[in-house]
């Protein structure tokens, strides 16, 4: 299959267990690790996944702010787009209706990127299935491990921190 493991690794968070702060660090690592531009795709759904992860958690200013520059990167990426599987028209669609949804302050709703790759769509279900979650699954019940993830961590390395003596 002709996608990086990353971007299936993402794509799994996404639609799985809707953790879209470990999209965010499997897309953000594989585009740094491999030189990438800053006008990257993967900068673009980085930025989609980072958006949710906001708009969940209720920063609206935050949603909106890397939902635009989500939707202006990718107005210029169409082919790049449809060369990862997904159908551009209707991801666009969907995250101009989510974009919206923020601008009105209405709750949170999950979206599906959709994929029209068979075999990439395949493999996500699969995967999906075998960590225990329903692909696609628009009734979003994150634990707040996932929906907290990054102020967990920091309080964890603070916590870290305070535990390390040194010698």
């Given at each position: 299959?002709?996608?990086?493991?990353?971007?299936?690794?993402?794509?799994?968070?996404?639609h799985?267990d809707?953790d879209y702060?470990?999209?965010?660090?499997v897309l953000?690592?594989?585009?740094?690790?491999n030189?990438?531009?800053?006008?990257s795709?993967?900068v673009?759904?980085?930025q989609?996944?980072?958006?949710f992860y906001?708009?969940?958690?209720?920063?609206?200013?935050?949603?909106?702010?890397?939902?635009?520059?989500?939707l202006?990167?990718l107005?210029?990426?169409?082919?790049?787009?449809l060369?990862?599987?997904?159908?551009?028209?209707?991801l666009?669609?969907?995250?101009?209706?989510s974009r919206?949804?923020?601008n009105?302050?209405?709750?949170?709703?999950?979206?599906?990127?959709?994929?029209?790759?068979?075999?990439?769509?395949?493999?996500?279900?699969?995967?999906?299935?075998?960590?225990?979650?329903?692909?696609?699954?628009?009734v979003?019940?994150?634990?707040?491990?996932?929906?907290?993830k990054?102020?967990?961590?920091k309080?964890?390395?603070?916590?870290?921190?305070k535990?390390?003596?040194?010698?």
């Open positions: 299959m002709p996608f990086s493991e990353a971007y299936v690794a993402f794509l799994i968070h996404f799985g809707r702060f470990e999209c965010h660090e953000e690592e594989h585009w740094k690790d030189g990438m531009a800053r006008d795709i993967w673009g759904l980085i989609i996944a980072v958006s906001h708009y969940r958690r209720g920063n609206i200013k935050g949603s909106l702010k890397l939902m635009d520059k989500a202006h990167l107005s210029y990426k169409e082919e790049e787009v060369a990862l599987g997904i159908n551009y028209g209707h666009i669609g969907k995250l101009k209706r919206a949804r923020m009105q302050k209405m709750s949170y709703k999950p979206i599906n990127i959709p994929i029209n790759h068979p075999l990439l769509l395949t493999v996500c279900k699969n995967q999906c299935a075998l960590n225990g979650y329903m692909y696609g699954n628009l979003d019940e994150a634990p707040d491990k996932i929906l907290h990054h102020t967990l961590r309080q964890q390395a603070a916590l870290s921190e535990q390390y003596v040194p010698i």
